[in-house]
């Protein structure tokens, strides 16, 4: 894989001035170094699609010598989608984005391709413990704990940083810079529709750089998500500083060697079955919004029981003895027993609420060997 010569040698012309010209010099002069020779060896070794009967609706091409990653399709050309190579060979990504890794892009305004890629690790790390212990990811749980950090004197790569007193995992890697010229691209096979155009064949906000990034702030969680966030942030304490507990154990590990450590963090911190009626409301759209959809092989057993009932009754995790709470109240109840069905739920669920912190607050009562 020989290095392409550097593009920094064109300057840009008016057009892409125009377009282009908010954007970093250091980012606007990173050539690829992903030739077709590289794309065919990764498309070989490594499986871009969670579905791999969807592996022949996408084609890769590597850039030409005068592309920058921020570049748009042209008027006439087909719309594809900037990717880092790393995103696959060391972050473990597969394709199409989860809901909640789209929503994070979308509520922030950045494109795959613009965020760095240890931003890509906490969100990907986030997501990934969220499914292991069957909660549904919360993008309002996530930017809680994560503000979107700009980097200084330009406008390049987006990452994620911990609010103070709030950190949770380990970045991927302290300084990681070699990705950026690992760059390349997917279209959409000949008659095929690429999943990030919408209803209108436009593509969403997501795929290309944009120069109008926005925080999403969240100050205070509810009730539920507040004990959500108590119970992740207490779990690496029972660890010797930190170890393991990091983006790159979680998502460079294998699935047993991570569902291990997940598991046995879990025995210490919290008992199952208060754990499992935290996730199964957790899990109720009618309390925390529209339901993510994950591929059941993504979600554990207790997960995979709840989305079978979520829309009717708050669900049962499995193993749980709690009864069933209805949520919905029927259009037809009166005002007054609708107000009084809503404040007995309520209650119920703050009584959860102090059994699950007072659980939270017990000191571990041995560490991991």
């Known amino acids: 894989m020989g290095k392409k010569e ?21 980012v606007l002069t990173q050539p690829s170094l992903v030739g077709n020779d590289s794309l065919l060896e990764f498309r070989r070794d490594y499986p871009l699609m969670e579905d791999s009967r969807e592996e022949g609706d996408y084609v890769l091409e590597a850039a030409g010598p005068s592309d920058r990653v921020p570049f748009r399709a042209g008027e006439d050309g087909p719309h594809f989608l900037w990717v880092y190579q790393e995103l696959f060979t ?3 990504m597969q394709l199409p984005f989860s809901d909640f890794q789209r929503d994070v892009m979308t509520r922030c305004r950045v494109a795959v391709s613009q965020l760095h890629l240890n931003g890509w690790g906490f969100i990907l790390t986030f997501e990934k413990v969220c499914l292991h212990y069957s909660f549904r990811p919360i993008i309002r749980l996530f930017f809680y704990i994560y503000d979107v950090h700009f980097p200084p004197g330009g406008y390049g790569y987006i990452s994620f940083r911990a609010r103070q007193g709030r950190r949770l995992f380990d970045s991927y890697e302290e300084s990681i810079q070699e990705f950026k010229w690992h760059h390349f691209k ?9 999943f990030w155009l919408d209803h209108e064949n436009k593509p ?17 969680l509810e009730p539920l998500e507040m004990v959500a966030f108590k119970f992740f942030v207490s779990l690496p304490s029972g660890l010797p500083k930190r170890s393991k507990f990091t983006c790159r154990f979680i998502l460079d590990g294998s699935d047993a060697e991570v569902g291990k450590l997940l598991d046995d963090l879990l025995d210490i911190k919290m008992k199952r079955s208060k754990l499992d009626d935290l996730m199964a409301k957790m899990a109720d759209p009618a309390r925390m919004g ?5 591929p059941t092989g993504r979600l554990s057993a207790t997960a995979a029981a709840a989305s079978t009932t979520a829309g009717t009754s708050t669900p049962v995790a499995v193993g749980s003895s709690r009864e069933e709470i209805s949520i919905q109240v029927p259009p037809a109840l009166a005002a007054s027993e609708a107000k009084k069905a809503k404040k007995q739920l309520k209650k119920r669920e703050q009584t959860m609420v102090v059994d699950l912190e007072d659980e939270l607050k017990e000191d571990p009562a041995a560490d991991l060997q």
Do not use: H, M
């Open 290 to 294: 529209p339901r993510s959809i994950f």
């Open 204 to 220: 969403f906000p997501w795929v290309y750089w944009n120069p109008e990034v926005k925080d999403f702030v969240v100050y205070n």
């Open 6 to 26: 550097a593009c920094q040698d064109r300057p840009l012309d008016a057009e892409e001035t125009r377009l282009y010209g908010w954007i970093e010099g250091a």
């Open 90 to 92: 060391r972050l473990r």
């Open 186 to 194: 997917i279209l959409a096979a000949p008659g095929k529709r690429a």
